[in-house]
Each structure stands twice: as C-alpha cells, then as structure tokens.
C-alpha cells in the first residue's frame, strides 16, 4: 500500500493522551491532562437541556450561532472595550483547537514561518506543520518564562507572517505583564505581523490580577487574531465550543476554511453557552474562588514537599522545577512518578524544539475534586 502523507510522518500522539493512557494503566492519579475531574456549573448544563428539549437540533449557521456570536460580541465589549462585529467578526469553531488549525491553515503558506514562544500547547507546531509551514521557537526563559526581545527580533525574517502568544500561558501559569505585552506587540507591527493571541484561560486569573488581552494594545486589534473558548471557563471541556474574533478580512479567510473542517458545531450546545455568557459577572467570582482555593491548597502542599517555585497567577497549571529532587531529566522522572507513586503528570520538555529548560520541570494540573488532589498529595509525600 501507498504511504501516508509526508507532512504527518513524524507526528507522534500527543503527550496529553500518552499520559492520560500511562495513568490508566498503572492506576495512577492523573494531574495530566488538562481538564477538571469535576462537572461544570448546573445553570449552563440546564440550558442546554433546555435547547435540545426547544429544538435547537439541526445545523447552526456555519459561522456560528447568532445568539452566540451576539454574546461573545457583547462580553468583549463589557470585560474589554473591544468592539466585534457578530455578523461578520466572529466565528465559532469545535474548541479553540480548531480554532488555531482554522486560523494557521488560512494564513500560513508553504514556506512561511511562524514564531512560537517555547514552551508551547502541541497543537501550534502540528497545526504549522501540516500547512507546510516552519515553526521558529523563541524559549520563555525560565523560572519567569520572559522573552527576550533581541531574540525575537533576530528571528525574524522576511519569510515570517505570524507570532502566537499564549496568555494567561499553559503550561506554566503565566500572566503577561502589559509592558512584555507592548515588546511583542511592536515587533508586530515593526515587522507588518499577524498576531494569534490564544487566550482560552482568559478567566482563570487569580489574586486581582486581570487578563490583558493582546486586541487592547495600540495599533493591535487589525493584526490580532483572538482564540478562546468556553470549555476552561465553565469547565466543561467536552463541549468543545471556542472562537475567533478578527477583522472582516481574516474572518472571512476563516470562515472559508472552517465551513470545509467541520462546517458548523454543535446547536444546542452553542445555544447554551450564549445563555451562560450572560451570566458571567455572576459566574466568574464564584468559579474563581474555586479554582484558587485549590491552587492555593496545592501549591502549599508541594512547597511543603520541597518543590520551590513562583505560585502560578492564571491557568490551572503548575510548572514545578524538579532539580531539588533527582538529576533525572523529566520524561523519566514522570515515569518514576506514575509507575512507583501513582501520580501522572505531563514531562513538558514535549512542549519545547530549541531549548532543554522543560527537561527540569514537570506540569501538574490541579483543577480537580479536593479528595483527588487530597490522594496525589498522600502519594507525593512518599518522595
């Protein structure tokens, strides 16, 4: 038989199913892979029961739901001062996931180059790769993951369209200060770039800090690219409903794209998230305060374990120097955790092409029940 196409020959599965796999097979307690363990708010799940029982079950519009585009619109303007056109500005897609392959296929010729700022969500370089496209790291230097500018600069060529920028930043729990914001934003525009700002835990913030999306800049919202996505903020991941907002002109590349992908998403699950985006100033305070109360328990059990390192002020991530405790490099000492202590959590050295800084870390996930944390912590202490 024929072989496949080239551009996947060097695909492997994604780090996040390898360590979700490992975790069922040792019977490990998994604080891999990125989702919570626990249902999301019951006033969303009862408007979608509402939606399917109104018949909201045929094909939605392909761009997206009117009512959900209406909401996003609306919650922009509220939170941020942005204004998107509904009608012509926003496209719902199946998760922020689809979003970035959408965004990247629509922009990204053979030969082109994108910037990615290491350590990276594993879907950017697939997404690159399989439009031909040559991903260019830049390493977030550790322990504050700051770029250096100079560096950024030198990478880029007359052959780079686009920079993605991941903020509040998975895997290491990141905010971007507005000045470090400001840095990329003018070697944006310097350089006449795209920008791709993915910022799917735009409301998992914690202590009073507040998301800066990168379209507030000066001079950045005709070059932005925004991607998030409903499922971190009601924490029902399997939904899978996520967006693009940009101008008309690249909306339109998206949508061109999108509609050959999936053509449109689910209907009445966009009808639901609509609703539960009119409850957000409602919502958020109370999902918040969950969220931190378990940050706050697990990163003073790690502390307490020896593990020394910067309290995370967004995401539901932790990235934990592991050199304190062994010299193993992080893919063996993951294995030595799920295999001897039953706890799987992700190596993040997969999130990185240049550097070797993730292969002193490992990333734990602590938006789970309080006795599943409870249990990692017990496992943890036998280290």
């Given at each position: 038989m024929?072989?496949?196409?080239?551009?996947i020959?060097?695909?492997?599965?994604?780090?996040?199913g390898?360590?979700?796999?490992?975790?069922?097979?040792?019977?490990?307690?998994?604080?891999?892979?990125?989702?919570?363990?626990?249902d999301g708010p019951?006033f969303?799940?009862?408007f979608?029961?509402?939606k399917?029982a109104e018949?909201?079950?045929?094909?939605?519009?392909?761009?997206g739901?009117?009512?959900?585009?209406?909401?996003?619109?609306?919650y922009?303007?509220?939170?941020?001062n942005?204004n998107?056109?509904?009608?012509s500005e926003?496209?719902?897609?199946?998760?922020?996931?689809?979003?970035?392959f959408v965004?990247?296929?629509?922009?990204?010729?053979?030969g082109?180059e994108?910037?990615?700022?290491?350590?990276?969500?594993?879907?950017?370089?697939?997404?690159?790769?399989?439009?031909?496209?040559?991903?260019?790291?830049?390493?977030?230097?550790?322990?504050?993951?700051?770029?250096?500018?100079?560096?950024?600069?030198?990478?880029?060529?007359?052959?780079?369209?686009?920079?993605?920028?991941?903020n509040?930043?998975?895997p290491?729990?990141?905010?971007?200060?507005?000045?470090?914001?400001?840095?990329?934003?003018?070697?944006?525009?310097?350089?006449?770039?795209?920008?791709?700002?993915d910022?799917v835990?735009?409301?998992?913030t914690?202590?009073g800090?507040?998301?800066i999306?990168t379209?507030?800049?000066?001079?950045?919202?005709?070059?932005?690219?925004?991607?998030?996505?409903?499922g971190?903020?009601?924490?029902?991941?399997?939904?899978?409903?996520?967006?693009?907002?940009?101008?008309e002109?690249?909306?339109n590349?998206?949508?061109l794209?999108h509609?050959?992908?999936?053509?449109?998403?689910?209907?009445?699950?966009?009808?639901?998230?609509?609703?539960?985006?009119?409850n957000?100033e409602?919502?958020?305070?109370?999902?918040?305060?969950?969220?931190?109360?378990?940050?706050?328990?697990?990163?003073?059990?790690?502390?307490?374990?020896?593990?020394?390192?910067?309290i995370?002020?967004?995401?539901?991530?932790?990235m934990?120097?592991?050199?304190?405790?062994?010299?193993?490099k992080?893919?063996?000492?993951?294995?030595?955790?799920?295999?001897?202590?039953?706890?799987a959590?992700v190596p993040?050295?997969?999130?990185?092409?240049?550097?070797?800084e993730?292969?002193?870390?490992?990333?734990?996930?602590?938006?789970k029940?309080?006795?599943?944390?409870?249990?990692a912590v017990?496992?943890l202490?036998?280290?």
């Amino acid at each position: 038989m024929k072989e496949t196409a080239l551009r996947i020959s060097d695909f492997k599965d994604s780090i996040f199913g390898v360590m979700s796999r490992l975790a069922r097979e040792h019977n490990a307690i998994n604080l891999s892979q990125g989702f919570p363990d626990f249902d999301g708010p019951e006033f969303v799940k009862e408007f979608a029961f509402k939606k399917i029982a109104e018949g909201h079950n045929q094909y939605a519009p392909f761009p997206g739901s009117m009512n959900l585009r209406n909401e996003v619109s609306s919650y922009y303007k509220r939170f941020y001062n942005l204004n998107y056109n509904p009608e012509s500005e926003v496209t719902i897609t199946v998760g922020a996931t689809e979003a970035i392959f959408v965004v990247i296929t629509a922009l990204i010729n053979p030969g082109d180059e994108v910037i990615v700022l290491e350590p990276f969500y594993d879907s950017y370089v697939a997404s690159i790769k399989m439009c031909g496209g040559v991903a260019v790291p830049i390493t977030m230097h550790a322990p504050n993951f700051t770029v250096d500018a100079e560096e950024l600069q030198k990478a880029i060529t007359p052959k780079t369209k686009l920079i993605i920028l991941n903020n509040p930043h998975n895997p290491t729990g990141k905010m971007w200060e507005r000045e470090e914001l400001e840095t990329v934003a003018s070697l944006t525009i310097k350089n006449d770039l795209y920008l791709m700002s993915d910022e799917v835990y735009e409301f998992l913030t914690f202590d009073g800090h507040s998301h800066i999306p990168t379209a507030t800049l000066n001079e950045m919202k005709e070059r932005t690219i925004t991607v998030s996505s409903a499922g971190k903020t009601f924490g029902l991941t399997g939904w899978k409903i996520g967006w693009i907002c940009a101008n008309e002109k690249l909306s339109n590349a998206f949508r061109l794209v999108h509609q050959y992908v999936t053509f449109s998403v689910s209907t009445p699950i966009q009808e639901a998230v609509a609703e539960g985006l009119k409850n957000l100033e409602t919502y958020l305070p109370v999902f918040r305060k969950q969220y931190q109360d378990k940050r706050d328990y697990f990163y003073k059990e790690l502390t307490s374990l020896g593990f020394k390192f910067d309290i995370p002020r967004g995401t539901y991530f932790m990235m934990v120097p592991i050199s304190q405790k062994t010299e193993m490099k992080d893919v063996d000492y993951a294995m030595k955790l799920i295999k001897d202590y039953k706890v799987a959590t992700v190596p993040p050295s997969a999130f990185y092409l240049k550097s070797a800084e993730g292969e002193k870390y490992l990333r734990f996930c602590f938006a789970k029940k309080d006795e599943t944390l409870q249990a990692a912590v017990t496992n943890l202490k036998g280290l």
